[in-house]
């Protein structure tokens, strides 16, 4: 069992889930799966883990790891009652580094149109098109597309062409750089060490910044925040994640590799339980 566990769902085949109930003291060897559960629907889990799980057992468990998921977040608190539910940094931080992607990506429809537009023109009018030209030798449409990458990672893991290539992207689209700048501090933020109070002054401290920010996307996200308060503050605790059971998500995707698919569910999981339970 262990008193550190996390839970997470995983797809086997066809894209079906599966719920993985795991203990993070055995570090995905022997021992690391607690319960493998079909489906996500929260009633039935909570029944099966309350029905083959003595309650002394899951009363020794301290803290529970575990994504956003409402359903997952169902199951913790209802099986796990003296856990600390802890929601996982790296869900939590992708949140801003989407609502990022999302600024890039509309400005990137935009300009393939005024491109299209453009292009049109030209030919009504029997003249040849040439695209702006930018000083790192991108136009307007490779400079949006080639700059995915980069806006994921931090300013000091850029590469020289990268730096090179965010300056002009920044100078051009303000408006994402202010978005980016967002998604850094909360990073900052998850890797300060600090009580649980501080940490969660310190988002609501973002949160507010965001509010006052005509960002949509972020708005909803400081409102995901606020309603999962407890979980994410209490990462600031241990400083716990769910990385355990995303590791261990990828050894069961490697072993479903290995076989080239999932043919027989039952034998699959029947192998999985034998090596890792």
């Known amino acids: 069992m262990g008193a550190f566990l996390s839970i997470d769902e995983t797809a086997l085949s066809n894209g079906e889930l599966y719920t993985f109930l795991t203990n993070k003291a055995a570090c995905g060897k022997k021992g690391t799966i607690v319960g493998i559960f079909k489906g996500v629907q929260s009633s039935n889990i909570i029944k099966l883990i309350k029905d083959n799980i003595d309650k002394d057992l899951r009363e020794q468990v301290d803290e529970i790891t575990l994504d956003l998921s409402p359903t997952m977040n169902a199951i913790a608190k209802k099986c796990f009652k003296n856990a600390k539910r802890v929601a996982d940094r790296f869900h939590a931080q992708r949140l801003p580094y989407d609502a990022?992607?999302?600024?890039?990506?509309?400005?990137?429809?935009?300009a393939i149109d005024q491109d299209n537009k453009a292009i049109?023109?030209?030919r009504e009018n029997d003249k040849k098109y040439t695209p702006e030209i930018l000083s790192n030798g991108d136009t307007i449409k490779q400079l949006l597309a080639r700059s995915r990458h980069l806006l994921?990672?931090?300013?000091?893991?850029?590469?020289?062409?990268?730096?090179?290539?965010?300056?002009?992207?920044?100078?051009?689209?303000?408006?994402?750089?202010?978005?980016?700048?967002?998604?850094?501090?909360?990073?900052?933020?998850?890797?300060?060490?600090?009580?649980?109070?501080v940490g969660w002054l310190k988002l609501a401290h973002w949160a507010e910044k965001v509010r006052q920010s005509d960002f949509k996307t972020f708005n909803t996200i400081a409102d995901t925040l606020f309603n999962y308060y407890d979980n994410i503050s209490n990462f600031f605790n241990n400083r716990s994640s769910n990385a355990a059971a995303e590791s261990f998500n990828a050894k069961?995707?490697?072993?479903?590799?290995?076989?080239?698919?999932?043919?027989?569910i039952k034998f699959f999981l029947f192998r999985l339980t034998n090596i890792y339970a």
Not at 169 to 177: G, N, S, V
């Open 100 to 110: 990022v992607q999302q600024e890039r990506i509309e400005y990137r429809w935009e």
């Open 120 to 122: 049109k023109a030209a």
């Open 152 to 197: 994921f990672k931090s300013p000091e893991k850029w590469t020289v062409s990268q730096k090179e290539r965010a300056q002009i992207l920044f100078e051009r689209y303000p408006r994402i750089k202010e978005a980016y700048d967002l998604a850094q501090e909360l990073k900052v933020i998850y890797n300060h060490k600090c009580i649980k109070q």
């Open 252 to 264: 069961v995707k490697d072993f479903r590799r290995q076989f080239r698919g999932v043919v027989d």
